[in-house]
């Protein structure tokens, strides 16, 4: 997806790149003298910059201001690639995982290894300017694009880039603590010697983690990405998995598919969730579905599937937090699965926030907006709350979707409220013969005071009947079939 529609604290995402970044990231400026300070290392295993590069930089820096920008992108790659093999301009790249890497934004150039864009092939990135001024924003959308590589290099620290035009170079580090990300900047004075260090350098001195996938993992294809991973089928054995990629790389999700798994056999339930494995210790799941549509979420049939897989999860002490449309997996158009429990926290819980964002219910976002993400309370009835909103949410006009996905995207909580209660709300969600009364009397006016109630609604079961009297109306109205 291009936009992010769920939040895992509040440094938030950037937007795409022809907006630039809109919001900006805290970052400090580093009291290093020197780029092998800044790096935290002795010293620099790099030869002197050679006579060709010192001549090159002092032509672009001049033909900066008169060349197009494209112009100088090319020659700019030509230049590198005499120096690191390794670094390709990526300003028009297209493929699908860079796009997903990088959520749609695209840095003007990326350090991989083996010309792959898997997470943890990519080591670097460099912004390139045509301006005589390097703004503060310039330096926010490369921090981005560092804290993006991070989020999903399995066991990275940190990763460093640089923002050079031709006259200044500016290096930047995202590094992450304990699930927080911070930022530094530290402004070099000697342009021409730390850009050929750089570039030089030992891929381990910025940052990068030796990792790989086993060679019998055969990687088929791209299935999507969530807020802090990547996820792409495999075949092993003859069968075909979906693994997921992330910095943590957490087995939470299979303990608690284990959990969940005990309670259905010790209850003989026929309810069927993602059956999830280790093998070479990375957790693998089944069936490999695709990401349900919009279409085939306001199916009757799916949600009632979802709300069971739901209860399961539940009964066994789990709020799942991120329920929405991209953690929805249709299997061979037969079963919907709920799938991604890495957010999920107990009931009751309060503390920073990690989940879905367009369809968290109102008190969560309120609580968002309050606390700046960092004291947000997590109950059972949300989870219900974001399977009704994710069902209305599908049936918004396009331009509405858009508009919600980019206000989650720059996490203002409090304009979603209100924009997502007006289009709700709106004659223009029903199908042309549904009553706009009943509709805010058996559907809205319902949900909002499950929401008032949120705290002390603990009984999964009256949750469980009070939603589907919900679904009911909305099939009545002639919002599912």
Known sequence: RNLSDSVRSHNTQSSSKSKRSLIQHLYSESSAETLEQFLRIDSLKVDQPSEDFKNIIKILATESNCRSENKTSYKFDDVLKIFNSSITFTGDQRRDDFEHLFRGNRPDFTWVIEDNFYPWKVVSIIEKKKNITITPADISQMLEYLRLIVRVSPKRQYAVGCLTNYKRIIFGKA??????????????????????????????????????????????????????????????????????????????????????????????????????????????????????????????????????????????????????????????????????????????????????????????????????????????????????????LSRCRKEDQVLLKSLASNSMAQDLIIDRQEILTNEAILPSQGNLEDYKQEVINRLIEIESERENLRDINVLHTRCMKIIEAMDKLGLIS
């Open 175 to 392: 590094s992450i603590i304990n699930d927080k990300f911070t930022y530094e900047r530290f402004r070099s004075i000697n342009l021409v010697e730390d850009f050929w260090k750089f570039l030089r350098c030992n891929s381990i001195d910025l940052g990068h983690v030796k990792f790989s996938v086993p060679d019998f993992f055969k990687i088929e294809s791209l299935l999507g990405g969530g807020t802090n991973s990547m996820v792409y089928q495999i075949a092993y054995n003859n069968n075909k998995y979906a693994m997921k990629i992330s910095n943590k790389m957490s087995k939470k999700e299979f303990d608690i598919a284990q959990e969940m798994e005990a309670y259905i056999k010790e209850y003989k339930l026929s309810v069927e969730i993602i059956k999830m494995d280790i093998k070479e210790d990375f957790v693998l799941s089944q069936p490999v579905g695709k990401m349900i549509k919009n279409d085939d979420i306001c199916k009757k049939e799916y949600i009632i599937q979802i709300l069971n897989q739901l209860v399961i999860g539940q009964k066994v002490g789990r709020v799942h937090r991120d329920i929405r449309i991209n953690n929805i997996i249709l299997y061979d158009n037969s079963y919907a699965y709920l799938i991604d429990w890495d957010s999920s926290t107990s009931n009751g819980f309060k503390g920073e926030y990690e989940g879905a964002f367009i369809t968290a219910s109102t008190p969560v976002l309120r609580q968002y907006s309050s606390s700046k993400g960092k004291e947000v309370s997590a109950y059972y009835a949300d989870d219900w709350m974001s399977i009704i909103y994710m069902i209305l």
